[in-house]
């Protein structure tokens, strides 16, 4: 079973949750015309691995919990390519662009590392 244990407890849970927040207060200086494009994918993307944790530990199973979390790791790497795309039409400066891909790095590993534990 996927455990008692709140989601909110999960480390990975509250860097992805922070990254997320970050996405946000980055993507309010994008140009307007982004407003349904690539910033919508991008709050999109990064919402949805917080969301997927979230869901996955509150299913019965682990087969259903690593299901979930697969699904989180697929908007990680969504999100990662949206920040490469901001970064290369230069809606994000080099720095906040490396700082946001190192906490996407760290995160991706603790999803790969909890993937695993769960056979």
Request: with cysteine; net charge neutral; glycine share 6%.
């Amino acid at each position: 079973m996927a455990g008692n244990d709140s989601w909110r407890d999960l480390l990975v849970w509250q860097k992805s949750h922070a990254a997320c927040l970050s996405i946000y207060r980055h993507t309010v200086s994008f140009p307007p015309e982004e407003r349904f494009g690539l910033t919508a994918q991008l709050r999109g993307s990064a919402r949805s691995i917080p969301t997927n944790i979230a869901e996955g530990k509150g299913r019965a199973t682990n087969n259903d919990y690593r299901h979930f979390l697969i699904i989180a790791r697929g908007s990680l790497e969504e999100t990662r390519y949206h920040l490469l795309l901001s970064r290369d039409l230069s809606y994000l400066s080099d720095p906040d662009y490396t700082q946001l891909e190192s906490n996407y790095t760290e995160i991706s590993r603790m999803l790969n590392a909890l993937i695993r534990s769960l056979g």
